[in-house]
């Protein structure tokens, strides 16, 4: 076993920061059974910023990951541009490992209503002060769970991009009661539905943000 897995140790020798508190898993072809492998045998108590982006971990491997010790410490987790749908996100929100992740990047991925829904309800994930998941498949029920979420109470940055909601989410997100901290809301390249564009552009609240980026309706 210890040469089957004598892999893992390289990428640790070569991906750890020299203040053993960044580590950077990205780009390594990682599926779902070398995900489990890395569930299963590494446990780095420093570690506060993990990099598993741009790899081939689908929902069993996530869930895999959500239950190890290896998330526990992280602050910082970067999963975009992974094969990640609803069942791995409703891992990750249902998860004891992640109590102290304040930043959690999902884009490019699978996550639809079920997973932002966990998400937006996840005990937790309370501590999240930027969650990114843009160019899913997040819905009108998505963003409404998002925009209503009395869990949420300290993020500061959302990312919707490249999603399909329509006017029923657009609505809730234009008087976002869930979400007291926010600062930051991108919500570009979704359903063009002229009403909820229309209430996105008038909305007071979210024209007060610092950063608020969304498709302008047509002025036709």
């Not at 891992?91 to 959690?104: D, F, N, R």
């Not at 998941?133 to 993020?155: E, I, P, T, Y």
């Not at 007291?180 to 570009?188: S, Y």
Request: charged share 25%; aromatic share 6%; glycine share 6%.
């Amino acid at each position: 076993m210890a040469d089957d897995l004598s892999f893992i140790r390289k990428w640790i020798k070569r991906g750890l920061s020299k203040d053993g508190k960044t580590l950077d898993f990205s780009n390594r072809g990682i599926n779902n059974d070398i995900a489990t492998d890395l569930a299963e045998n590494v446990t780095l108590p420093d570690i506060e910023v993990l990099y598993l982006h741009t790899n081939k971990i689908k929902n069993l491997g996530l869930e895999e990951l959500a239950q190890a010790e290896i998330f526990a410490p992280l602050k910082e987790l970067w999963l975009y541009e992974n094969i990640i749908g609803d069942d791995g996100a409703v891992a990750l929100a249902e998860s004891k490992q992640v109590t102290k992740l304040v930043y959690l990047s999902l884009y490019t991925n699978k996550v639809a209503d079920d997973g932002s829904v966990a998400l937006a309800e996840s005990d937790t994930l309370s501590n999240l002060e930027t969650l990114d998941l843009s160019f899913n498949r997040v819905g009108d029920r998505g963003a409404c769970a998002l925009a209503n979420s009395k869990k949420l109470k300290k993020l500061k940055i959302l990312h919707l991009d490249g999603n399909r909601i329509g006017y029923e989410g657009m609505s809730a997100l234009a008087n976002p009661q869930g979400l007291p901290a926010l600062r930051e809301l991108n919500i570009k390249y979704n359903q063009m539905d002229p009403q909820g564009l229309e209430l996105l552009f008038k909305s007071n609240k979210l024209n007060a943000l610092p950063v608020f980026t969304y498709d302008s309706p047509s002025e036709d």
